[in-house]
């Protein structure tokens, strides 16, 4: 299964528009209720506008309704791991989801929860206190 999910992710990577860093990325999140979405890194010419795949999955998902999640898959050439941003914006949702890191050959680098990858990370029950 998890092959699959990063052949998948592999897949969403060859629609990063990366014409400034050339590192393509792609990601596949699993909704709990099995449901899944890709997406890749879109960058832009004004290059903070830049956003990653992580996100780009996420985004996806949230626009259509879903708010529960217990897998991120994230493909790059180093299987390197995913930004500050894109933990924070992922732990708002499901802080407990599990993380795999893997190259574009397939070999899984690391694996987390997101609660090890953003310890003490801001949630929306923060806001409560
Ligand atoms: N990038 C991602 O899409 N996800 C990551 O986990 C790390 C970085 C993108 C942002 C930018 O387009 C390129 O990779 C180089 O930083």
């Known amino acids: 299964m998890i092959d699959l999910l990063i052949q998948q992710a592999i897949t969403a990577s060859n629609n990063a528009y990366v014409p400034y860093s050339e590192f393509p990325v ?8 099995g449901t899944l979405f890709s997406g890749c890194n879109v960058e832009n010419a004004v290059y903070p506008v830049t956003i990653c795949a992580e996100r780009t999955a996420l985004v996806k998902a949230v626009s259509e309704g879903y708010h529960s999640f217990d897998l991120i898959v994230v493909v790059t050439r180093s299987g390197g791991s995913p930004c500050g941003m894109c933990r924070q914006m992922l732990y708002e949702f499901s802080p407990d989801m599990q993380v795999v890191m893997a190259d574009f050959k397939g070999h899984i680098h690391h694996q987390a929860s997101l609660r090890e990858l953003l310890p003490l990370g801001f949630s929306p029950i923060d806001l409560l206190e």
Do not use: E, I, P
């Open 26 to 33: 792609g990601a596949v999140l699993r909704a709990t209720d």
